[in-house]
């Protein structure tokens, strides 16, 4: 929109460089040009502003197919003015001398036959197929026709525009249709989801077997293991037991000997000592044997009397004596006799 700034008795206004302003002075072209800047007066001057600008026009286009089925495609056409001049001949672009804004709508006066345009495009292109056809169809390819189709449409040139490009966003079935259209997609994708659960659950079967395999080869081995820790213990304690048992019976030999040795020595020693003891017998008899009977007696007796305990009093009575006496008597009597 201009922007103008009111004097007493002048005005002065201001375009922007997308805005296309003719002004006109009692029917005579005064200014022409996209971004002028100029004074006028209001009560001789006419100013139209036309956008030079790309603009955009949206159309939800609903049609049928070749097989009877509704089809909603969305469209946009984008257009731009080339010509101001003509299009402000065809169409009241002159704006407010006060505001600056127009007058009119031009701009819906311009959409009207650009929507008939396009909409008459599209069904143009896709009414003679059928749906499934419609549905698979290139948007891209389908933009390019439609932008041909429009820039030889003489309506549009008339109004001075030129079709800067037609493009398609997703084209859509009805709900029900859609539905059904996408049914096989998501069998489809259902049993591939399917197999893959399969086959993830397959796998994990399998490697739950491996792993159950693989925990009973460890235990397999691990028993076999401890079966040769106990064959080595055994082995082990049987070889020191056999070290053991051989040390004791080395021991055990080591003592009968000395036993044994200790016995000889001991049965020598008493040997000897009898020995000796019988030939200091022997000896001693033999040293006696001249002795008279009476000094054996008396040798006897004291002997004897050195192996009497001790006696702390001793009492002779007369039968005592005479018995004493008597014996004595008799065994030098006996003496005397055998001489």
Do not use: C
């Amino acid at each position: 929109m201009a922007s103008i700034t009111r004097y007493p008795f002048i005005r002065h206004l201001s375009a922007t460089p997308t805005m296309h302003v003719t002004h006109s002075r009692r029917g005579i072209p005064r200014h022409t040009g996209a971004g002028q800047a100029f004074w006028f007066r209001s009560l001789d001057a006419a100013i139209s502003e036309v956008p030079i600008d790309d603009r955009e026009l949206a159309a939800l286009v609903t049609l049928r197919t070749a097989d009877l089925q509704q089809l909603s495609a969305p469209a946009t056409a984008t257009y731009r003015i080339v010509d101001p001049e003509l299009a402000a001949r065809r169409v009241d672009f002159s704006i407010d001398l006060d505001t600056g804004a127009w007058t009119d709508q031009p701009l819906d006066a311009i959409a009207a036959p650009l929507h008939g345009a396009t909409t008459a495009a599209v069904v143009h292109l896709l009414q003679p197929r059928t749906l499934d056809d419609a549905l698979r169809a290139d948007l891209a390819e389908l933009g390019a026709a439609a932008t041909a189709m429009l820039a030889a449409d003489a309506r549009l040139t008339d109004l001075g525009i030129e079709i800067v490009g037609v493009r398609f966003s997703l084209l859509r079935a009805e709900p029900d249709v859609e539905r059904a259209l996408q049914t096989p997609a998501r069998e489809a994708i259902q049993q591939d989801a399917d197999k893959a659960t399969f086959a993830r659950r397959a796998l994990a079967v399998e490697r739950e077997a491996a792993i159950g395999e693989n925990e009973l080869a460890n235990q397999v081995e691990l028993a076999r293991r401890q079966e040769e820790l106990v064959q080595a213990k055994g082995r082990n304690a049987r070889i020191e037991a056999e070290k053991a048992a051989a040390a004791a019976m080395i021991a055990l030999d080591a003592e009968a000997e000395r036993i044994r040795t200790q016995a000889q020595a001991q049965a020598d020693a008493q040997r000897a000592l009898g020995e000796a003891a019988g030939a200091a017998e022997q000896a001693r008899m033999a040293a006696l044997r001249d002795v008279p009977t009476g000094i054996l007696t008396a040798l006897a007796l004291r002997e004897l009397a050195g192996h009497l305990p001790s006696i702390g009093s001793l009492t002779v009575t007369p039968d005592l004596l005479t018995d004493l006496v008597g014996t004595l008597a008799g065994r030098a009597g006996a003496g005397k006799e055998g001489r």
